[in-house]
């Protein structure tokens, strides 16, 4: 126990050594997250009317980046099912940074739940009464709580093995948790997605396709995600990252991504070739309604970059370089993070249930409080990464000493 | 002559011995120092918008300690009335008549909409506004009316802003819309706390001390009816009807949903409700389902009665009906619907 804590403090002290780019990347992350922390001071004051929220389009920008972030989790199972379940090697040296992601991940998840609620003091109100199992975010607090735990326990067992040189028990407490990871990476989106497709009242979430096309989405971006983490991981730090495992991620990419833009096809077709007339959400996002029309260049952006990705994804990677592919995955990232967003949360209150068109637009302060989450999410995840890193390798295990205490012993 | 320079940046320990700590120089130390004192100033900055933090809007120990409403004894219920009673007081300098109606025996709330008589005057969205102690800024009305081209019943036809000197207007008609009181609710399905819930008369309410404000009710109810304090409700407190009860109209905070429950503090007392009280038309007709003999049984019973959006299946307890064909008007311009199908004009 003691040593678990020396551990931890030591984990601490690590975290705020580094060269002038890690300093300036981490005070850069800090100084966003602080104003994003300043913005929801404010919010807590004056209330959610410094969002762009109203009782016509009650969710907007926290809930869409909740959704799009739930489906980032999913990067961590796509690394564990190929290394795990098909034992590929190349992946086994990375699946570790997966799991971190997904951690970070649900943290920002849980931040963007927690301040999109107009009481939060009242959490706890979760532990007195719980509306189990018929509300569905009770279900999602059940399930992105515990697939925290369980990549929690998953990392934090390996990098303590590590850093013990103990070898970790695999059978015992390593791999039934990293299979049930899988099941339960499945359950979160479709759980997530459940909470919309179950609201009779909104036709553009009420659809079977829904769940199916969010997990498909959520299997792109987040191998994309991770393909960029992976490169700047192998290049800022001293792990090795096999280019094999970003070509096996690239087959994952494709194969979600064709998938999805195949269920946006069919999803689009019997909207518009039925032509009803209840169907004006659909209408509004691709079309506008007469003068409303804020969404539609966003969306089209999306359905753009989106394509593009995936031609470029398709096409041969004839050189060793991976600028195609790294230019497939940051337009996949941002084109879903449009269409599973914004493009999926705002059109669902556009009309309201009668009939009324109020359009939505984040405010500054929104938009602040939503950038210092990502800002806060990078952060843990660079100091989740910064600390893994040597700690595997060896550099930093329960004999060794700290990089701050070598520089002490050198100048003492 | 020279001297060494102290503290100079080669990092020596100082002459005087105080900062310098084995393995710390005074520089690496003030440097720490720094970076701690403002790392911490920079929090302190940052989070230095809640002093404008209300004192009277912090929640106090006991309202952050009270129970659910469903696992309050009579004893706690009378504590936490006498909080609000004293919260009340002191933020209108009125004394409240507040009180915690239960649900009366063999009743079942309905109401019916003669969408013949009503003529669109909106004097119902304003009575409940001032009935139940809304915030009249920003303004939050439980009723909203749609002024609907004759020949659809197509919500999404009407128009929520109309704005005309005089009502009616010969080409269209009047639709009130208000919380439909369902028998299969699907917002108090998704409430992830259960503070709202369907009581014994039908009514479907809120508990304002539990609600988290997460507004997922709000984009579970199909007809919109559900209203949240985006920000601190402002109420004159001259404006504020005294007469109020737990679950009904007593003064909610931010961060909270509300929405109407057929003025409970009223209908559980035998009085009719506020809206229903205001419309000169008599437009409107409430009462308990459970009678045979009551008004609301007979409309159900003898007229063209339908409920909106039936296809949902939330079974709303809020009945419209017209209760005789529309006189036939020479003058009237079909609607477009009606023309498309070759109704001469």
């Known amino acids: 126990m003691r040593e678990y804590l020396r551990f931890l403090v030591r984990c601490f002290r690590l975290s705020f050594v580094g060269d002038w780019r890690y300093y300036t990347w981490m005070l850069v992350l800090t100084c966003i997250a602080l104003l994003g922390l300043n913005a929801y001071c404010k919010q807590l004051v004056s209330g959610l009317a410094t969002t762009g929220m109203t009782d016509q389009v009650s969710w907007g920008l926290y809930i869409a980046n909740f959704t799009y972030l739930v489906g980032m989790a999913a990067a961590a199972v796509m690394l564990v099912i190929p290394a795990y379940v098909y034992r590929n090697e190349d992946l086994h040296e990375v699946v570790i940074f997966g799991e971190l992601l997904a951690v970070a991940v649900i943290i920002m998840c849980l931040l ?21 199992p018929l509300s569905m975010l009770t279900w999602d607090v059940i399930v992105l709580n515990g697939y925290l735990l369980i990549n929690l326990h998953i990392t934090g067992y390996l990098i303590y093995s590590a850093y013990r040189k103990r070898e970790p028990n695999k059978r015992l407490f390593l791999v039934p948790f990293v299979l049930v990871a899988i099941v339960w990476a499945i359950s979160i989106h479709t759980v997530t997605a459940f909470l919309y497709s179950g609201l009779g009242g909104r036709p553009f979430w009420n659809h079977a396709i829904i769940a199916p096309r969010f997990i498909a989405s959520a299997f792109a971006a987040g191998p994309a995600f991770i393909v960029l ?86 096409l041969p990677q004839r050189n060793r370089g991976l600028w195609l592919l790294n230019t497939a995955c940051v337009m996949l990232i941002v084109g879903i993070w449009i269409e599973k967003g914004m493009g999926l949360i705002v059109p669902a209150f556009i009309p309201t249930p009668l009939g009324e068109v109020v359009e939505y637009l984040p405010t500054l302060n929104e938009v602040l409080v939503g950038l210092g989450i990502w800002a806060f999410g990078l952060l843990l995840y660079t100091i989740m990464v910064r600390i893994t890193v040597p700690v595997l390798k060896g550099d930093l295990t329960v004999d060794t000493l700290h990089p701050t205490e070598v520089a002490r012993m050198a100048t003492a | 002559m020279q001297l060494p320079v102290i503290g100079n940046r080669d990092g020596c320990a100082s002459p005087y011995g105080g900062a310098s700590r084995p393995g710390m120089t005074r520089r690496s130390f003030l440097r720490r120092g720094a970076a701690v004192t403002g790392g911490l100033a920079a929090l302190a900055a940052a989070m230095s918008p809640l002093r404008d933090l209300d004192g009277d809007d912090l929640p106090s120990f006991q309202k952050l300690l009270q129970k659910h409403y469903k696992e309050m004894s009579p004893e706690e219920m009378e504590a936490a009335l006498d909080r609000i009673r004293k919260e009340v007081e002191k933020r209108y300098q009125v004394r409240p008549d507040i009180r915690d109606f239960k649900p009366m025996d063999g009743v079942e709330f309905v109401y019916a909409l003669n969408l013949t008589r009503c003529i669109g ?34 919500i999404e036809d009407g128009d929520h802003h109309y704005e005309r000197s005089t009502v009616p207007d010969e080409h269209h008609y009047y639709m009130p819309v208000q919380c439909h009181q369902c028998a299969n609710p699907p917002c108090v399905k998704v409430c992830p706390v259960e503070a709202t819930w369907q009581e014994a008369d039908g009514i479907t309410v809120i508990d304002y001390d539990w609600c988290i404000g997460c507004r997922y009710c709000e984009a579970a109810c199909p007809y919109w009816a559900r209203r949240f304090n985006f920000t601190k409700p402002k109420l004159p407190k001259d404006d504020l009807n005294p007469t109020m009860a737990y679950l009904s109209n007593r003064p909610r905070e931010k961060g909270v949903v509300e929405k109407c429950h057929f003025c409970l503090h009223r209908t559980r007392q035998g009085k009719l409700p506020a809206c229903l009280e205001v419309c000169p038309t008599g437009a409107r007709k409430f009462g308990n389902v459970l009678d045979p003999k009551s008004e609301v049984a007979e409309i159900l019973r003898t007229k063209r009665v339908f409920v909106l959006k039936a296809e949902v299946g939330t079974l709303p307890r809020f009945f419209y009906y017209f209760d005789e064909r529309d006189p036939i008007d020479e003058h009237v311009v079909p609607s477009q619907a009606a023309q498309a199908v070759g109704v001469a004009s």
Not at chain 1, 115 to 132: A, K, T, W
Not at chain 1, 237 to 249: E, G, I, K, M
Not at chain 1, 286 to 312: C, K, M
Not at chain 2, 134 to 147: G, H
């Open chain 1, 112 to 132: 963007f739940v927690t301040v999109d609620l107009g009481s939060p003091e009242r959490f706890i109100h979760l532990f007195l009464r719980f509306n189990f």
């Open chain 1, 229 to 314: 983490t992976l490169q700047v991981i192998g290049r800022f730090t001293t792990h090795h990252v096999p280019v094999n495992a970003l070509r096996l991620l690239r087959q994952v990419i494709i194969v979600a991504m064709t998938i999805n833009v195949f269920l946006l096809i069919s999803e689009m077709f019997t909207e518009f070739y039925t032509g009803a007339d209840h169907l004006l959400s659909t209408h509004y996002l691709y079309f506008g309604l007469g003068e409303h029309r804020a969404l539609v260049p966003w969306i089209w952006s999306a359905v753009g970059i989106n394509t593009t990705a995936l031609v470029l994804l398709y």
């Open chain 2, 121 to 154: 005057c909106r004097r119902c969205v304003y009575a409940c506004v001032e009935e139940n102690n809304q915030s009249r800024d920003p303004e939050i009305q439980y009723i909203r009316v749609l002024e609907m081209p004759r020949g659809s019943i197509d």
